[in-house]
């Protein structure tokens, strides 16, 4: 019986494919818009949450913009990992190089740290060791590269022992990252290295001064508290709150997934609107069907068809026409999102299966709300009158 | 034959239609009764009432007021879908102008009724061909309607009719839309499926069909004129 109903439907369906089509389009145009600005904004959410989970989510960013003629030091950053909420400190500078091994030169990212650095970012080493207190302390020539830096350089992965010239200085490999998986491609590729602070310090000629360092906290849901306690220690060391300024990462992603939900839920709403359109276009082309088919009805009534059966004919009809526009649709906006992908480098669009889930949820709702009222219009036709109706 | 025991008993029917102040009295109290294995007339004058009281056998309408036995069972108090069940069960029609469904092949609309009826496809087919068989069309079982002409889209309407094997055939100026020729052969048709113990009801205007019918019932304005008497072997209650 089911089976019968999708035949008829499907024949009344292709028996006026021109209209089909149109009354299909409505819901295409919905679905794609739906899909595709959806699928926007979760490449954008996922790039950019992917470089702030690439500072670390675990983490504070403290900057002294002023340090008031007291400059800090070295004993002076390390020694706040002893407040409560902080687990450990490192502080950070950078600067670039020309790295070069053998007769190959390369241009480098240099980050003068500590060896807390390993732990508050969450790297993980493929070779060797980390930097040590005891390498700051003495500011020794040793550095862990990133793997891109030993392919680059070296053409190998293990490099541990080796000595590569930074700027003239002879370093030695102590440690080789392991391969970063990141999801925007191009980072992975960036040459680095990291010394020790005051070796960077030194064959920059810049003063040891600490000027920006990294905070984690003791437990990784108490990031406002560390906030705030570094927030009071540096108000009460500097005098005003202008001089330093502390970026807190999981806030910022916080921040940012609120409004690309925002954004998501804006666009999926502007986006869902048009396919409302859509399934009053399915409403309008059911109406007519059904005047055009009232003889149809008729006879169908005549000869035994109950009005469940002449229901449920025309509302598979108007399901599978918002089914099948949504199934479309997707399809095209798979397409349109491999194409923004290529084409596009500034967007990155990723197309989710909840998204295509909602849609396809979305569209049934639909051909069933905008397909209901037609059919049961025909359903409660009365045989003689609809028998007696001309065309 | 049993005590009363009728296909079709009407006592009394009336059906009237209201158009703005006018009020048109289809059915004028009508009353009739036909007998299983009959094979009767209804003649009268177009606007007379015949299609009103065809409906109203067929189950299509229901009167405004009197009593409708069909097979002994009132029709008073039925559904929709009751109504619907009925039809689809007991009747089968036969319109002037065919009423085939142009997008369905010849066997596609014979098999209607029994996809109603929820029939498995074997059994379905089966009872399709013979059908057509009985008309003489299984050869255009493939033909649209539109690809058939006049006679065999009424022939093709028959073996809708037959296919359900209806207590009664139900046949509304089954000629009206063929020339004389087709009509005859239609007119023999029914004659074979009366002979074949099938109950017939014939509506026509023209004396020359209807008196091809064992029974006349007259109409006129509504009201049943003239009721020739059962013949030999039905009893007159
Ligand atoms: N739906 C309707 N609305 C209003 N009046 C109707 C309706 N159907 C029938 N009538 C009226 O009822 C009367 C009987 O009509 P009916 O169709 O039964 O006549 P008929 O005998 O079948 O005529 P014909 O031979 O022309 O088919 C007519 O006067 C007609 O105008
Ligand atoms: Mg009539």
């Given at each position: 019986m089911i089976f019968q109903s999708i035949k008829m439907a499907v024949d009344s369906i292709l028996s006026n494919k021109m209209r089909s089509f149109l009354t299909m389009l409505g819901m295409i145009i919905g679905v794609m818009s739906l899909v595709v600005l959806v699928s926007i904004v979760n490449g954008a959410t996922s790039s950019v949450t992917d470089s702030i989970s690439q500072i670390g989510t675990n983490m504070l960013t403290v900057q002294i913009l002023d340090d008031k003629g007291e400059p800090f030091t070295l004993d002076e950053v390390m020694g706040l990992?002893?407040?409560?909420?902080?687990?450990a400190t490192a502080p950070f500078s950078q600067g670039s190089a020309t790295a070069k091994y053998g007769s190959t030169t390369e241009n480098i990212t240099l980050y003068g740290t500590t060896g807390s650095y390993y732990d508050i970012e969450g790297l993980s080493l493929a070779r060797g060791r980390f930097l040590k207190n005891t390498d700051v302390k003495n500011s020794t020539y040793v550095a862990v590269i990133n793997s891109a830096t030993a392919e680059n350089l070296f053409e190998r992965s293990n490099v541990v022992g080796e000595i590569m010239s930074i700027d003239g200085y002879h370093f030695t490999i102590i440690g080789v990252l392991e391969e970063e998986e990141s999801t925007?491609?191009?980072?992975?590729?960036r040459l680095e290295a990291y010394i020790p602070y005051t070796a960077l310090s030194k064959i920059m000629g810049s003063s040891r001064q600490i000027t920006s360092f990294y905070v984690s906290s003791a437990?990784?849901?108490?990031m406002d508290m560390v906030e705030q306690e570094m927030t009071m220690y540096l108000y009460q060391r500097l005098g005003d709150t202008d001089s330093f300024s502390i970026v807190n990462s999981s806030a910022v992603m916080e921040t940012m997934s609120s409004v690309t939900d925002t954004m998501k839920l804006m666009l999926g709403g502007i986006a869902a609107i048009s396919l409302l359109v859509g399934g009053i276009g399915i409403m309008n082309i059911m109406l007519v069907s059904v005047t055009e088919r009232t003889r149809e009805i008729g006879i169908r009534k005549a000869i035994g068809a109950r009005k469940q059966t002449i229901l449920v004919q025309f509302l598979i009809e108007a399901l599978l026409v918002s089914v099948t526009g949504c199934l479309v649709g997707i399809g095209l906006s798979a397409l349109t999102i491999f194409i923004i992908n290529n084409v596009a480098s500034s967007l990155s669009a990723s197309m989710s299966l909840d998204i295509v889930l909602i849609s396809i949820g979305f569209s049934m709702i639909i051909g069933v709300v905008f397909g209901i009222y037609p059919a049961y219009k025909a359903a409660n036709m009365r045989p003689i009158e609809a028998l007696r109706h001309d065309t | 034959m049993e005590n009363s025991r009728y296909m079709i008993e009407m006592d009394n029917i009336c059906k009237t239609y209201e158009i703005g102040d006018e009020i048109v009295?289809?059915?004028?109290?009508a009353s009739l009764q036909i007998a299983e294995g009959e094979f009767v007339s209804i003649i009268g004058p177009s606007g007379s009432g015949k299609s009103t009281l065809m409906n109203v056998i067929g189950c299509l309408d229901v009167a405004d007021e009197g009593e409708y036995y069909l097979d002994g069972l009132?029709?008073?108090?039925?559904s929709e879908d009751d109504l619907a069940f009925v039809r689809n069960e007991k009747i089968g029609f036969v319109f002037q102008n065919f009423?085939?469904?142009?997008?369905?092949?010849a066997k596609e609309n014979v098999e209607l009724p029994l996809i109603y009826q929820k029939i498995q496809k074997k059994e379905r087919e089966e009872r399709v061909l013979a059908a057509l068989e009985r008309v003489n069309l299984v050869k255009r079982k493939e033909h649209r309607p539109m690809e058939l002409s006049g006679g065999q889209q009424q022939r093709v309407a028959i073996a809708r009719a037959l296919v359900t094997k209806p207590s009664l055939i139900l046949a509304d100026e089954p000629t009206g839309n063929l020339d004389t020729k087709t009509g005859e052969e239609i007119m023999r048709l029914f004659h074979e499926l009366h002979e074949q113990g099938n109950t017939i009801v014939l509506i026509t205007h023209d004396e020359s069909v209807a008196d091809q019918a064992e029974r006349k019932i007259r109409i006129l304005d509504g009201k049943v004129t003239e009721v020739a008497p059962f013949e030999s072997g039905v009893n007159n209650v």
């Open positions: 990992s002893e407040k409560e909420s902080v687990s925007i491609g191009n980072t992975s590729d437990d990784g849901n108490s | 009295k289809a059915l004028d109290h009132s029709i008073k108090e039925y009423n085939l469904l142009s997008k369905l092949s």
